[in-house]
Every structure is written in C-alpha cells, then in structure tokens.
C-alpha cells in the first residue's frame, strides 16, 4: 500500500473503533494528581515531551525537585483542594487516589472542570482472581465502605469504590486503568527489579515454578503511553492495563534478566537459573517470596490470565520483555549502593541459600 493509503486505512480503522486518530498532538492542559513519583513520573516526562502545558498538585513531600518547568499547586486530598478551586484542565490524570473519600472530593470538585478524568485502578479490583477476568467481571466489595484503612485485603474493594466515586462524579467522562503489576525504571517496589538485579549479583539464583508459567505485568511508560493517547482521542470507559495472557513467560524474564546483567553487570561467576517446583516452594513456606511470580493455584490462579483484548484494540502497545529488563536493570545500577544492597522484594540472600539447600538435597535424596 502507499504512504497516504496505509493512513487513511488507520485512521479508518480507528474511527470504526469509536477512536479519534491521534495527530499532531494538541496543547492539553492536563493536571496530575501527584506526579512525582513512579508512573506520575513517566506521565509527567511523556505529556511533556508532547508539549502539554503540565500542573502537579500534591503535598511537595515527594521528589519536589523534580519538573521545575510545570506549575505546581500545593495541598492534600484529604480536604485541602482549594488550589485547585477556580481553574480548568482539559483532563485530570489521578494516578494517587486510594481512599473513596479523596478520589470522590477531587472528582466532584473537578467535573465541572475537566474533560476527562482518569483514574489509575488495579486488577485487584476485581472480586476474585481464581479464573480468567475481563473489565465485565465482578468487582471486590467490603462490608464497611467508610473504612480509609488500606491494607491487603481493603486495597482492591476500596479501589473499586474509588473506581464508583469518579463515574458517578462524571458519568460518560471516566477513563479507568487497571493494570496489574506497573514495572521499569523508578519502580519503588523492586518487584520485577528483583529479577534482573539478583542476575547481576551473579551465581545460582533460584526461580519459582515452571519456565513456561506465564506472567503478566505493565511497563510504566507503556502505561503512560496508553493514558495520554487515550485523552487525545477521547476515550472513555474500563481497560485492563497487562500485556496479553501468555504474552510473556517466567522462562522470558529469566533468560532477560541474565542476558541483561552479563551486559551491564558482567558477574562472577555469571547467573544460573535453578528452577524449584511450587509443591517445594509450599512446603519451605516460600510461595510468596518472590515477586511478579505468583501461583498458578487457588485464589490466584488466574492472575495471569486477564484480558487486555479491550485496551490492545484500543491501540495498547507493549514494550518487548527485554528492553524493560534491560532499562529497569540499567536505572539499578545507577542508585546508591546503599539503596541497591535492600531490595524491598524477593528473599534476601541468606534466605535464597538456605532455600537453595534445600532445594539441591531435596533433588538429590530423589535421584537416590
């Protein structure tokens, strides 16, 4: 097809979607609940990078360093909004809302004022993970809807309630994302860092279950990719914001992992995988200790298998396994030792040796 064929089949394609094609991109005004750290990070790097005129409003707590271009309106969504009270944006990104009550203030205060709101959710929203889920599938519900105390088990029904207090503030108006595990650079969790830093101290490293088990996570700007083209072509609606089911496996992000650290991190002796079943992992009490990986039974066992057919036909795109392993690793390495020596996910070294013990004797004493 020609140059001027193949646009006028995308775009055609895109109205047929109920998109509009983005072009140049417009000077949006948008507003940023937060922004200053992780995904309002990426989020506030990319609308700049797109010529956004950029507002932050937070409590300047975190990173205030940062973005010294934008505007920045100081205050705290637990009642403290009125920097907010008299202005306008063509969309509002709330990527710090966790309690009902904040996200319900910021959205009624806003709707007469913005375009769009969206709103970063979680898959956790859902009411059970135990089978394949789709944005149709039940959402999590608590009995004490007034409770503010996030936990565990609050976090998902209270971001469900979050999810309610900003489409009734602004129905046919909402964007809603629930992505799954949000990875990459300035991820504060180190839960996909894990993998990628444990390859570049080097030696065996003990990987859970099977390498075919799929996995399903979000990379961060990916998801800031997806937010902003979303407000440009005036989206509306629920997406679930992971890569496709099966779309990545344990065995891609070890083998990422290795071949990013053996680039950058070059270890002696270099990393080896030793797969350990999730019946071992069970009985040493182990199941949870590391991260990204969860098992593929009971509750969780359709963690990995939720849609994203609604977000990919929305033009979801999906950074390949080893450019995030190899950017995430990259950005580790730059830290203070002090901060690369504890991880906040995975098991610390002791505990991974004493679990590669195990795991060596258990192998052997069947072989015997």
């Known amino acids: 097809m020609r140059r001027r064929e193949l646009i006028s089949s995308g775009a055609a394609a895109l109205c047929a979607a109920g998109l509009r094609p983005v072009t140049a991109a417009p000077r949006l005004r948008i507003l940023i609940l937060g922004g200053t750290k992780f995904i309002g990070v990426h989020m506030t790097q990319l609308a700049l990078k797109r010529g956004y005129a950029v507002t932050l409003f937070n409590r300047g707590k975190t990173n205030a360093a940062l973005f010294p271009q934008v505007e920045k309106l100081r205050g705290d969504r637990n009642g403290q909004l009125e920097a907010l009270k008299g202005r ?49 599938s039940p959402l999590a519900t608590i009995a004490d ?15 469900a309630l979050c999810e309610k207090a900003v489409e009734v503030a602004m129905p046919h108006r909402a964007i809603v994302l629930r992505p799954g595990f949000i990875v990459g650079p300035d991820d504060p969790t180190d839960r996909f ?48 914001m992971v890569a496709p089911p099966g779309h990545f496996t344990m065995r891609a992000l070890i083998a990422a992992s290795i071949s990013a650290a053996q680039a950058l991190a070059r270890p002696s002796p270099p990393p080896r995988a030793v797969w350990a079943s999730v019946d071992f992992l069970e009985r040493q009490k182990a199941d949870d200790d590391f991260p990204i990986w969860v098992p593929p039974t009971g509750d969780t066992a359709g963690f990995a298998e939720v849609s994203a057919a609604r977000a990919m036909q929305a033009g979801l795109r999906i950074t390949p396994m080893a450019t995030t392993v190899h950017d995430t690793l990259a950005w580790y390495l730059r830290q203070p030792a002090s901060q690369r020596a504890h991880l906040k996910a995975g098991p610390a070294p002791e505990r991974e040796m004493q679990l590669l013990a195990a795991w060596t004797a258990s192998t052997v004493k069947r072989s015997a």
Do not use: C
């Open 88 to 136: 306008s944006w063509d969309a509002v990104i709330d990527d710090s809302g966790f309690v009902p009550r904040h996200v319900r203030l910021s959205a009624e205060l806003l709707a007469p004022h913005v375009q769009r709101y969206v709103y970063v959710s979680s898959v956790s929203a859902y009411a059970s993970l135990a089978k394949p889920t789709d944005e149709s």
């Open 145 to 159: 809807e007034s409770t503010e105390k996030v936990t565990e088990t609050t976090y998902g029904p209270l971001k």
């Open 193 to 240: 860092t894990y993998w990628p830093a444990r390859a570049a101290r080097g030696g065996r490293m003990l990987v859970p279950g099977t390498p075919a088990q799929p996995i399903q996570f979000i990379d961060a700007r990916d998801l800031a990719r997806f937010t902003l083209d979303a407000i440009e072509r005036e989206l509306t609606g629920t997406f679930n």
